[in-house]
């Protein structure tokens, strides 16, 4: 089997993660590429983080559903290959991203339940037990282990998605972060600037904390809609207290 052209750090629950994958698969759709879908926990990432300080209150929330269906997702590998994985991320994130929002009286802690997660599975292929995996700690320690492989790559003070292009020796990046998806005929166009610009040696960082709302219709906002900008403090829209 041909190894992976691109390894993709995701967490499930990440709307940045989610349109840079969805450009992603349409890049390797022309490139022929072959994506190794991998983890990064944001709940991992920040739990020295006083949340309540540093994000809008759904936050916690949000990154600890994420760190459950991370536990379905190493399971989902160890059981059923690599690729289930990317089947999985897949259908998570139709559901969370690309279907209507679901009700504010259910919050965002509602995708790391059972109840959440089961259909997502069926229709994906998988078994419904992998669900089990949600209550199952003992997967933390897979996900915390890719979680810090991640971060070795780019430095810590990164989010999601990472992504390490042409693995072990090629160069890897936080990013990019994008709010709206490329035209199909432009994706290809902009994944080929972005490699360049990594790939120079003395390169760091190009960025600015203004950000465009994330164009998803499950936040509320249509693929075609507006471009509202917020200003971004350390992956929140909320700054330091």
């Given at each position: ?116 997660l089961e259909p ?64 199909e005929e432009d994706a ?54």
């Amino acid at each position: 089997m041909k190894s992976a052209d691109i390894h993709f750090y995701f967490d499930p629950t990440c709307p940045f993660a989610w349109l840079t994958s969805s450009w992603v698969r349409t890049v390797t759709a022309r490139r022929e590429y072959r994506v190794d879908w991998r983890f990064i926990s944001l709940r991992l990432l920040n739990e020295h983080v006083d949340y309540d300080t540093w994000f809008p209150q759904e936050y916690e929330e949000s990154h600890t559903a994420g760190l459950r269906l991370l536990r379905v997702a190493a399971r989902t590998r160890a059981e059923h290959g690599r690729d289930a994985v990317g089947r999985l991320y897949e259908g998570l994130g139709a559901r969370i991203f690309d279907a209507d929002p679901v009700p504010v009286a259910e919050g965002p802690g509602h995708r790391g339940t059972r109840a959440f997660l089961e259909p997502v599975l069926t229709a994906t292929g998988l078994p419904a037990e992998l669900a089990d995996a949600l209550e199952d700690r003992s997967w933390d320690a897979v996900v915390r282990a890719e979680t810090e492989e991640a971060l070795a790559l780019t430095g810590r003070d990164v989010g999601t998605p990472i992504i390490h292009f042409e693995p072990p020796e090629g160069v890897a990046f936080f990013g990019p972060v994008i709010s709206r998806l490329p035209a199909e005929e432009d994706a290809v166009e902009l994944w080929d600037h972005v490699v360049a610009l990594a790939r120079f040696p003395g390169f760091a960082e190009l960025k600015r904390s203004l950000r465009e709302q994330p164009r998803l219709r499950g936040l509320g906002v249509a693929p075609d809609g507006p471009g509202v900008e917020e200003d971004w403090h350390a992956g929140s829209r909320r700054t330091k207290k």
